[in-house]
């Protein structure tokens, strides 16, 4: 009786744990084999721009310039609402998916070092585009 209840606790805890990390995020979308997500309780606006975190569910394993191995990754994309474009603020690289295991890379990029991309129509990061920016 006493291992049956152990086991009941040990699950509501798993749970609990996986609610909490899973807490905000919503899909996106999937496109070419990567899933996109998004949390809209981290948008920020200010003036022209939005914040919002996503998150990228790779179909393999990648490997990033230093030689990490990651399987997804989450980034903090601004966006500028008028012009329609955006760029990364922050990237965190984790080893297992949807942003478990270990963290391979993290970087946050200095504003001088922002470099701002078009947002191309029909595709999964102008949806992203249009929810940080209230659009959707």
């Known amino acids: ?16 744990s996986c609610s909490a990390s899973w807490a905000g995020w ?13 949390d809209k309780s981290t948008i920020k606006i200010n003036d022209l721009t939005a914040q919002m975190w996503v998150m990228y569910d790779f179909p393999g394993v990648q ?18 609402c008028k012009y ?13 998916p949807t942003g478990t ?7 946050t990029f200095n504003e001088s070092e922002w470099i701002w991309d078009r947002i191309v129509p029909n595709t999964l990061v102008k ?10």
């Open 1 to 16: 009786m006493k291992m049956k209840k152990m086991k009941r606790q040990l699950f509501l805890v798993l749970l609990m």
């Open 84 to 96: 329609e474009t955006l760029t990364m603020v922050s990237v965190i690289q984790y080893s297992g």
């Open 127 to 136: 949806t992203e585009w249009d929810i940080a920016c209230g659009k959707k």
């Open 26 to 38: 919503e899909l996106t979308g999937k496109a070419d084999d990567l899933t996109h997500y998004h």
């Open 101 to 107: 295991g270990e963290v391979v890379l993290s970087d």
């Open 63 to 80: 490997t990033n310039t230093d030689g990490g191995r990651y399987k997804s990754a989450k980034s903090l994309l601004a966006f500028n």
